[in-house]
């Protein structure tokens, strides 16, 4: 009975750390507007019987970049993994938080980005969580921006800022959960 025990703590630890991670960079404002919500875009990720690419995603070329593009980019390279995309477009102060609310939650040992986005990376693929979001353009500007992500598997939702640096758009800690 240890592995059918081990099994089921693992899985209970990737639920609680999968909400976690999901919440803090797609996090709910009160008084989201519907209309707004409606009239979002959806962006598919390669599903889980697809081949992974091997190779990292290239940062974008053109400062044309719209914000819902960049957050797709980041999205798709935590999924990957990859480290040095998905890390470079999160601010320091959210990362900080980030592995913050991971220990808060009990889960230890993560220490850097990479190793949260490695662990997020992994735990999505052994559950099967899909990466396909609605997203809304809540204002966005050449150098800033706020989104409404809604992700479809599991309902979760948000606000996340980001902010424009050179050709990139980075994620902020600015981002709120959903009912703060």
């Known amino acids: 009975m240890t592995g059918r025990n081990s099994t089921r703590k693992t899985a209970a630890a990737a639920a609680i750390f999968l909400m976690t991670v ?46 819902s593009d960049g957050f797709r980019e980041w999205l798709d390279a935590s ?31 993560i220490s850097s980005c990479e190793q949260m986005i490695t662990a997020t990376a992994d735990l999505y693929r052994s559950l099967g969580q899909s990466a396909e979001v609605d997203i809304a353009v809540q204002a966005e500007t050449a150098t800033d921006a706020t989104l409404f992500v809604t992700y479809l598997a599991s309902g979760d939702c948000g606000t996340v800022v980001m902010e424009r640096r050179g050709t990139e758009w980075i994620l902020t800690d600015q981002s709120m959960e959903c009912g703060a």
């Open 22 to 67: 999901t919440m803090t960079l797609t996090s709910c404002t009160a008084g989201a507007d519907p209309a707004e919500v409606a009239a979002t875009a959806t962006a598919t990720s390669p599903s889980a019987s697809e081949p992974v690419a091997t190779q990292a995603a290239e940062p974008p070329a053109s400062e044309s970049q719209s914000a």
């Open 79 to 109: 999924r990957l993994p990859d480290v040095d995309t998905a890390c470079a477009r999160l601010t320091p102060d959210l990362v900080t938080r980030m592995i913050a609310e991971l220990e808060s939650h009990g889960m230890t040992g």
